[in-house]
């Protein structure tokens, strides 16, 4: 499922922009079906301008029937009544998605007979000091098993002691989830922790679910800013 809203705070339209001849959307579309990973792949949007450039391309596009907050919301309001078990989040703005990161994610579950694992979650590390206090990048820290302990727009962990050597993971905003730990995430309201930050996925955090992060060495470019988008043309020549 690629969530697709029209209206992006940072930059409105984004979505819409033209990216080597084709809109944002469109190629996010056409990389996540390219990976052959899954039965269907569906972008679902509040915006009839983004549903209609994806059904007129010959994609699957739904409308949400109700305002959301946030991706996962709009996700979840669209899967709840289908035969599922794994719903894969691709994040609309996100046209470099590749298959290795997401056949590993799909791996996670493969592997975790009992269940512990409610979500997984991809991660990159990241060595730029401006990339790592940038507060449009989310940061994420693991315990030794790689669940997620925290996510935040500040740099985490805090370097008091420059000398320990520690590794700055970057949260790339795609997820893998368990049908039941998204509609949970649905029904459940929003706390202060998530609130603050502005970071869906710390929700599942404070209601205690489990959240895997798996690495990647795949960084591509997400489209939150305007120059985002000049660096992703030039990714994509």
């Given at each position: 499922?690629?969530?697709?809203?029209?209206?992006?705070?940072?930059?409105?339209?984004?979505?819409?922009?033209?990216?080597?001849?084709?809109?944002?959307?469109?190629?996010?579309?056409e990389?996540?079906?390219?990976?052959?990973?899954?039965?269907?792949?569906?972008?679902?949007?509040?915006?009839?301008?983004?549903?209609?450039?994806?059904?007129?391309?010959?994609?699957?596009?739904?409308?949400?029937?109700?305002?959301?907050?946030?991706?996962?919301?709009?996700?979840?309001?669209?899967?709840?009544?289908?035969?599922?078990?794994?719903?894969i989040?691709?994040?609309?703005?996100?046209?470099?998605?590749?298959?290795?990161?997401?056949?590993?994610?799909?791996?996670?579950?493969?592997?975790?007979?009992?269940?512990?694992?409610?979500?997984?979650?991809?991660?990159?590390?990241?060595?730029?000091?401006?990339?790592?206090?940038n507060?449009?990048?989310?940061?994420?820290?693991?315990?030794?098993?790689?669940?997620?302990?925290?996510?935040?727009?500040?740099?985490?962990?805090?370097?008091?002691?420059?000398?320990?050597?520690?590794?700055?993971?970057?949260?790339?905003?795609?997820?893998?989830?368990?049908?039941?730990?998204?509609?949970?995430?649905?029904?459940?309201?929003?706390?202060?922790?998530?609130?603050?930050?502005?970071?869906?996925?710390?929700?599942?955090?404070?209601?205690?679910?489990?959240?895997?992060?798996?690495?990647?060495?795949?960084?591509?470019v997400?489209?939150?800013?305007?120059?985002?988008?000049?660096?992703?043309?030039?990714l994509?020549k």
């Amino acid at each position: 499922m690629i969530p697709a809203r029209y209206s992006a705070s940072r930059f409105p339209g984004k979505l819409m922009q033209d990216l080597g001849g084709k809109s944002v959307i469109l190629r996010t579309y056409e990389a996540t079906v390219a990976t052959n990973l899954f039965d269907d792949v569906i972008v679902v949007t509040d915006s009839h301008i983004i549903y209609d450039e994806i059904v007129s391309h010959g994609g699957k596009a739904m409308m949400s029937l109700k305002e959301h907050e946030c991706g996962s919301d709009r996700i979840a309001e669209a899967v709840e009544f289908l035969d599922i078990d794994i719903v894969i989040n691709v994040q609309g703005d996100e046209p470099f998605t590749e298959a290795a990161s997401l056949k590993k994610l799909i791996e996670v579950f493969k592997d975790d007979h009992d269940k512990k694992i409610d979500l997984a979650s991809l991660m990159v590390q990241i060595t730029d000091w401006e990339e790592i206090s940038n507060p449009n990048t989310v940061k994420v820290i693991v315990d030794q098993n790689n669940f997620a302990l925290y996510f935040s727009r500040s740099p985490i962990p805090y370097p008091r002691d420059k000398n320990v050597d520690v590794k700055y993971f970057k949260h790339k905003g795609v997820y893998a989830f368990r049908k039941e730990a998204i509609l949970d995430f649905y029904h459940l309201p929003m706390l202060t922790l998530e609130a603050s930050e502005k970071i869906e996925c710390i929700r599942y955090l404070e209601y205690g679910k489990r959240i895997k992060m798996v690495e990647t060495d795949v960084q591509g470019v997400e489209i939150d800013t305007p120059e985002d988008l000049e660096r992703a043309k030039k990714l994509w020549k």
